[in-house]
């Protein structure tokens, strides 16, 4: 019997940016964030994450906190996190024992928040997730054997790309919103550094429904510390997600990289060290450039053992391109716009 053909999307926070940063006009408070944009967001937000943290210890049975020193903390972290030392979120977290919690809280109140608009304002599917829905839809609306299989292995907490396919299930097939978010959230995508599991159709469905330090605080406990060096999670369900990303990653017939950074902690979690022999040896790999800026392609093909097709067209829409090629590369009968 013959075997679906798999692609699988990889994305960083450049991919989840992309679908945001021309939708909000001039309140970039409202996209997702880069990771160089984390500190200047969490500073942004900072009486408010300040405001929620006290109220959360109180509630905890704790001492009021003194606001200003608590503010002083925050902006501290936020400095040490603008030195870019820290290659991913989750290891910045994890280095800055004893306030791990105050910089996960931080980092879970601006995601959160972004994602929250998201859902709530986006209902036209965006950018380079357009063409990839509509391919998801076919390929979980007709098992054949001649449709290829569409999957997701993400490093971001927040579920855009979720949210994208629910809106396309729900064209599709005419159904609730309900059911849709449901489909979508059936093992499709990995998180790989977690999740937040924000309700999206809760979100839609409730106009009172805010992100108050009760939901906040559950995403940032959502918040996933991986070895740098072995990519190993600290939680089972990140370890899931991690061993179903590098099961989907070897069986794929095509593998695109949408704003993803190529940091050893992250191709460690994909399984990719330089001690390891070389993965990947016959599957088309293609990557666009991030941010404006081509990646260091040398660097990134030693590292994996191969070469890569690298989209940077100043002019075009690379990360819809990319996707759009992947998906007539491996299935030529399907027509994605």
């Not at 996209?31 to 994450?49: K, M």
């Not at 829905?133 to 579920?159: H, L």
């Amino acid at each position: 019997m013959r075997k679906r053909k798999q692609i699988v999307l990889v994305t960083g926070a450049g991919a989840s940016y992309d679908l945001t940063k021309d939708r909000v006009g001039n309140n970039d408070a409202h996209w997702f964030p880069l990771g160089n944009q984390l500190p200047d967001r969490i500073s942004h937000f900072a009486d408010e994450i300040v405001r929620d943290i006290s109220e959360l210890a109180k509630q905890d049975g704790g001492r009021d906190l003194d606001l200003t020193d608590l503010r002083d903390n925050l902006l501290g972290l936020t400095d040490r996190l603008r030195t870019r030392y820290f290659e991913t979120l989750d290891q910045f977290v994890g280095m800055n024992e004893p306030e791990s919690s105050t910089a996960a809280y931080a980092a879970a109140y601006v995601i959160g928040q972004a994602e929250a608009w998201f859902v709530r304002n986006v209902r036209s599917i965006p950018g380079w997730l357009l063409p990839v829905s509509k391919a998801w839809v076919r390929s979980v609306s007709a098992p054949d054997v001649n449709v290829p299989i569409v999957r997701f292995v993400t490093f971001n907490y927040e579920q855009s790309i979720e949210w994208g396919l629910a809106l396309a299930y729900q064209a599709h097939h005419a159904c609730s919103i309900d059911t849709a978010t449901q489909v979508a959230s059936r093992g499709h995508v990995a998180h790989v550094h977690g999740c937040t599991n924000l309700k999206h159709s809760r979100i839609v469905a409730d106009a009172s429904w805010c992100l108050h330090h009760a939901r906040v605080l559950g995403v940032s406990r959502s918040i996933r510390l991986v070895d740098a060096d072995t990519g190993v999670a600290n939680c089972a369900a990140s370890t899931q997600a991690v061993d179903a990303a590098r099961s989907w990653l070897l069986e794929a017939d095509a593998i695109g990289f949408i704003g993803f950074g190529f940091h050893r902690s992250c191709l460690a979690t994909l399984g990719i060290t330089p001690s390891k022999d070389v993965v990947w040896t016959n599957t088309p790999l293609l990557l666009t450039s991030w941010h404006g800026q081509r990646p260091a392609t040398l660097s990134i093909e030693r590292l994996i053992g191969r070469s890569i097709t690298i989209l940077d067209n100043p002019e075009a829409d690379v990360n819809r391109d990319l996707v759009r090629s992947i998906i007539q590369g491996v299935d030529p009968s399907h027509s994605s716009t």
